[in-house]
């Protein structure tokens, strides 16, 4: 099994330009090899699907893609174009610019495809100046786009004429785009191909967009599910060791079936990409396309992946031909995608490219057309803007940096730096680890309105009920951390007791500063009426018979009961029943003594003298303490 050798940058070149100008025969002259690979293709002379080939030079690898060229390929010839870093535009010397030469060109540039050279081909056909004249008129088509200035050469592949020097100004190009691989970058590879090979089973193809692969490695399979694993790797038909970003790799997989492997799934290191529906972007609308003015029927290419969709402009004012905006692309299946992917989209007929752009959030909530400005202006900021964003957009349920990351399209560890960053200006917050291992993140803002709703609702809740000790945690959690929210009720309310917002006593919040008091009258009833109770036992009067029996108003009754009950000093059963707190302790140490393991509703109410009224609610109330758990129709005593 080969290495990479002295090998240290990749650099992948697309091939463009119309049918028949001779894309596939220069590949073949600057590498040596036929990218056709189709019986079909050789037969008719010209390109159907994607072709590969590689130029190797000192530290330097180009990998060429060979698309079609003929109109109806095109969508072949986009899925060859993601991951592109040089665009190689053929232009035959005998026929000029045609259709196929400028749509290629556009959709280049749609990809943000960030270097060309230009080859006009056929040179041994036709006269010096002819020739000369396909380069001026190529120069000028290039002068308002993105690779206006490019080198522009003459060759014949038929005669080797400028073939050299073509091959220099690439590797010079190359030069200038290669980007050292990020050994922490997940891999990421779209499928273009997937076929059975005799002996070896299983084998897809595509060009690694991020991280690396290794014999052994599994990979999830998106957006289906399911993993693979990689039995070997091949890149340009050398087995390897390890294929790194910007590769043209084939793997032989063990695990999925032929059928689950289409034009457009992704393999990836698991748990770091996730599928999306909704997307929103920057997007360029062609100088010959409507105006983008309600949602239109469209098919996005993304890498390798078509599907059908529908895009919306982000605006009220409709997206004029040539202008950039911001729209929403909603799709019929998901996708795997990360902020920054370039991506086209096309009319589904009569097919025609319509723009294309950068993606900007790969995972997007819906908003109300208010609060869009705030958004896509943090949209389309830098990295840290982005996840202040999508951390506030969480609320209180919190965001994990691995969700974060997965969205980014960048490493946990560097994402997880930039969090960091925003938390020390105090913008966001940390919570602990997720069940993931990652921490999860809220913003500062959030922690703000919650202390403040909870002010109020405490206020309210005393406002209702003066003599209650605390509102109940159970019930304060509910209603202040709904959802997931309520995942990390710990933290948040030992941050609002930090700030002296609410003060948490075992199960009980509070106002700082708040003690319950009782007049002197109502001090008095307290007293006489935790004295009746414990004097009653197991079955007390009710609410009413005590109020007649201590010459005490209703109203002021109920209020004090609710105070003992807070205090711990009464218990109110199940149907409203009140017993005092010491007769159900004595209650618990009487049924430790009875040496019972499991007993009957019947045994208990004959061993304590009680009515069902009262045997039933005493009963689930002791279920409710921990002391008894029922199995059946009976109660075993937990002795713990």
């Not at 080969?2 to 049918?19: C, Y």
């Not at 957006?223 to 970003?245: C, I, K, Y």
């Not at 609308?285 to 993304?302: D, I, K, Q, W």
């Not at 905006?325 to 096309?346: C, I, Q, S």
Request: charged share 25%; aromatic share 4%; glycine share 10%.
């Amino acid at each position: 099994m080969s290495n990479p050798g002295d090998i240290r940058r990749h650099v992948l070149v697309g091939t463009a330009g119309h049918v028949d100008h001779g894309k596939t025969r220069l590949v073949e002259a600057l590498t040596g090899i036929d990218c056709d690979r189709f019986a079909e293709e050789k037969r008719r002379g010209i390109t159907i699907d994607i072709g590969f080939a590689h130029l190797e030079a000192g530290e330097m690898q180009l990998g060429f893609v060979d698309i079609p060229g003929h109109e109806r390929f095109l969508h072949n010839a986009l899925a060859g174009l993601g991951g592109i870093r040089l665009l190689l535009l053929v232009v035959a010397a005998d026929e000029g610019i045609e259709p196929q030469t400028r749509e290629h060109l556009a959709i280049a540039g749609l990809l943000g495809i960030p270097r060309a050279v230009v080859a006009i081909t056929k040179c041994d056909l036709v006269e010096p100046d002819l020739a000369e004249l396909a380069a001026l008129e190529t120069a000028e088509l290039l002068a308002p786009t993105p690779f206006a200035g490019s080198p522009v050469l003459r060759v014949s592949s038929l005669t080797g004429e400028g073939i050299e020097a073509l091959r220099a100004a690439l590797l010079a190009a190359a030069e200038a785009v290669a980007a050292p691989p990020d050994p922490e970058a997940p891999a990421r590879l779209p499928l273009d191909r997937a076929f059975h090979l005799h002996g070896r089973g299983v084998v897809v193809t595509g060009t690694l967009v991020s991280g690396s692969v290794r014999p052994g490695d599994q990979l999830a399979l998106l957006p289906a599910g399911g993993s693979a694993r990689v039995r070997t790797v091949q890149v340009h038909g050398a087995e390897r060791d390890r294929a790194e970003a910007g590769e043209r790799v084939a793997l032989q997989l063990a695990g999925p079936q032929l059928a689950e492997l289409p034009r457009g799934a992704v393999l990836a290191t698991p748990g770091a990409f996730v599928a999306s529906r909704r997307l929103v972007a920057r997007y360029r609308l062609l100088p010959e396309a409507a105006p983008l003015t309600a949602s239109l029927p469209v098919r996005f290419h993304l890498f390798s992946h078509e599907g059908l969709g529908r895009v919306r402009p982000l605006s009220p004012v409709p997206l004029r031909p040539g202008e950039v905006g911001w729209v929403e692309v909603r799709l019929a299946k998901p996708v795997v995608a990360v902020r920054g992917d370039r991506f086209v989209l096309r009319r589904p007929t009569p097919a025609a490219t319509l723009g294309g752009g950068e993606i900007a959030d790969p995972l997007a909530r819906p908003r109300s057309q208010a609060a869009w400005p705030a958004a896509l202006a943090a949209l389309g900021a830098g990295e840290e803007e982005v996840l202040a964003l999508w951390v506030a957009d969480a609320r209180l349920a919190a965001a994990g940096t691995g969700e974060l990351a997965r969205r980014l399209g960048r490493p946990p560890l560097a994402t997880a730096a930039r969090l960091a960053a925003l938390a020390e200006t105090g913008q966001l917050r940390e919570l602990p680890a997720g069940a993931d291992g990652h921490a999860r993140w809220v913003a500062a803002a959030a922690i703000e309105q919650l202390g403040e709703r909870a002010q109020r609702e405490l206020k309210a809740f005393f406002g209702r009920d003066r003599f209650a000790r605390g509102w109940p945690r159970a019930e304060a959690v509910r209603r202040l951390l709904p959802g997931r929210a309520a995942e990390h009720a710990g933290t948040y309310l030992s941050w609002l007791a930090a700030r002296r917002i609410l003060v948490v006593s075992g199960e009980l919040l509070t106002l700082p500063g708040r003690e319950v008091s009782l007049s002197g009258e109502e001090s008095d009833l307290a007293r006489r009426l935790r004295e009746r109770l414990e004097s009653a036992g197991l079955q007390a009067p009710s609410p009413g018979e005590l109020a007649a029996e201590l010459g005490a108003k209703p109203q002021i009754l109920e209020g004090v009961l609710r105070y003992l009950v807070s205090a711990g000093q009464v218990s109110r059963l199940p149907g409203g029943l009140l017993v005092a707190r010491a007769a159900v302790d004595r209650l618990v140490a009487d049924l430790a003594a009875t040496g019972w393991e499991r007993f009957s509703v019947g045994q208990f109410k004959d061993r304590f003298g009680l009515s069902r009224k009262w045997a039933i609610p005493l009963l689930e109330h002791l279920d409710s303490r921990g002391v008894t758990r029922r199995i059946g129709d009976e109660r075993q005593l937990r002795r713990s």
